[in-house]
């Protein structure tokens, strides 16, 4: 079965991210530290290898954002109560200020993004997008359906 349903998803997502930059150049802040502080107002501290794990960045690559961001004053880090070598990153004020007026350029993206389609399909869209997700997600996972690391390890 031919279908270029793969093509689609890696072009959607390509333009979106080339949408996001547009609107956000000029801006004093880089489209990974918009992501980064949009995840942080959402998630309550977690920490630099969640963060980095939850926007598919190298470790080194969120420390390097991260420390821009607290020099701007918009995060602080804080050691992990539970794990002495890892931090958390907390989102400060100026942060959270800065992440609730990009919500307008978020909604105004998705909006444009999704034009056309009603309620029903968006709802059905998701759905669908959360299965490849999740079929994904679960091949990806050792002892998952088709798990490939015995194959790939001989």
């Known amino acids: 079965m031919h279908s270029d349903t793969g093509i689609h998803i890696h072009r959607i997502s390509r333009l979106l991210k080339a949408e996001f930059e547009r609107r956000v150049q000029g801006s004093r802040l880089t489209l990974t530290q918009w992501r980064t502080l949009g995840v942080l107002l959402r998630e309550d501290a977690p920490t630099q290898r969640a963060l980095a794990d939850h926007l598919e960045i190298a470790p080194m690559t969120i420390s390097d954002q991260i420390d821009r961001l607290e020099a701007m004053g918009c995060v602080q880090r ?77």
């Open 78 to 154: 804080e050691n992990d109560p539970d794990d002495a070598r890892a931090k958390r990153v907390r989102l400060l004020p100026e942060g959270r200020a800065l992440a609730l007026g990009m919500r307008p350029v978020v909604e105004s993206v998705y909006a444009q993004a999704l034009a056309g389609l009603d309620d029903d399909d968006i709802a059905a869209l998701d759905r669908m997008l959360q299965t490849i997700i999740d079929n994904l997600t679960a091949a990806a996972t050792p002892d998952g359906p088709g798990d490939m690391t015995d194959t790939l390890t001989r």
